[in-house]
């Protein structure tokens, strides 16, 4: 049985480089809601276009705008990469400058919002979301933090307002617009394996087929204790438009002991909870086919071996008689 949404988001992501290469535009963005690209900008083109079908119903001035802001944070972004090759002490060379943004606006009618940067893939200053100013993450981003959280500027207090204000009315209008594709549900498959891992066992949990993206998937152990993974679980789009995810934990199996995946997705009355069967698991007979199969193998290339040593031994005999 499907649930209504949890929460919807909406998110912007920037990215320059200071100079051409890796098959990168100098600058590009794109939005996202609830995690399906809706809209892109590069400096290749310098337009802004819609990416998912629904948002081609928005107007034309829409698209004007939008190119014109994609064309104002590509000349700030650009600037952001030579500021931040200054504060590195870098002249040359390939780098990067992120920009991350986005808000949430959760079923219960709260939201929050988020606002950082990065360089080079590091993380480099963030927006406190309760003092509404930026704290830098690295020495190197002091100085705007320092000027962006001035009286004069007060960058954190704009950002303030367009979170709580401008982002969550146009999430609202998104949603309206892609209401078909955005508030479907579809219901994960689990399927769990396993395979030998030295004296213990590898246990693998395979969610696949779900939207939206949010998913809790955990191994317990007797049905009460959470088992901790190593893994860090990935999930990854599908190109139907849903996801997927895999958490693998590492066991020494006991006797009388089980052990089950459980998944919590919004299109699931309860979580979902799959034991492990090591009497039927597939992964379990995929090696033991796999096992025989090598004893096969080598078997048959032993007993070659040995005739072939056989006659040609016998012949070598023969050959000095």
């Known amino acids: 049985m499907c649930l209504s949404v949890s929460g919807h988001s909406l998110q912007y992501y920037h990215t320059a480089v200071s100079s051409p290469g890796h098959e990168l535009p100098l600058y590009t963005s794109v939005g996202y809601v609830d995690g399906i690209q809706i809209t892109r900008y590069s400096s290749d083109t310098g337009r802004s276009v819609p990416v998912a079908p629904w948002m081609k119903k928005l107007e034309h001035e829409y698209w004007e705008e939008e190119t014109q802001n994609g064309k104002e944070a590509e000349a700030a972004n650009k600037l952001n990469v030579k500021i931040a090759m200054h504060r590195f002490n870098q002249t ?9 943004y986005g808000c949430e606006l959760r079923d219960d009618g709260s939201t929050r919002g988020y606002w950082q940067f990065g360089y080079d893939g590091m993380d480099l200053m963030a927006l406190d979301t309760e003092r509404w100013v930026y704290y830098p993450i690295t020495d190197q981003a002091q100085v705007s933090a320092q000027k962006w959280n001035s009286p004069e500027v007060r960058v954190g207090e704009k950002a303030k307002d367009y979170l709580e204000t ?8 998104y949603l309206e617009y892609g209401k078909e594709e955005l508030e479907r549900r579809v219901c994960p498959e689990v399927k769990v394996s396993s395979r030998p891992s030295g ?43 849903t996801y997927q995810l895999r958490a693998s934990v590492e066991v020494t199996p006991e006797d009388g002991a089980s052990y089950s995946c459980y998944v919590d997705h919004s299109s699931l009355d309860k979580p979902l909870s799959v034991t492990w069967d090591p009497k039927t698991d597939d992964g379990n007979t995929r090696m033991r086919v796999a096992i025989i199969c090598c004893v096969i193998v080598m078997t048959v290339l032993t007993v070659v071996l ?12 023969n050959a000095d008689r």
Request: proline letters at 4%; a negative charge; aromatic letters at 16%.
């Open 306 to 317: 040995f005739v072939w040593w056989k006659m040609n031994s016998s012949g070598k005999t």
């Open 92 to 100: 040359g060379g390939f780098h990067s400058f992120q920009e991350m």
């Open 199 to 241: 004296s213990a066992m590898k246990l693998h949990c395979q969610v696949y087929g779900f939207y939206p993206r949010d998913v809790d998937v955990n191994w317990m152990k007797n049905e009460i204790d959470y088992i901790p993974s190593d893994e860090a679980k990935q999930i990854l789009p599908n190109s139907d438009g």
């Open 166 to 173: 401008d982002c969550i009315d146009w999430l609202r209008k």
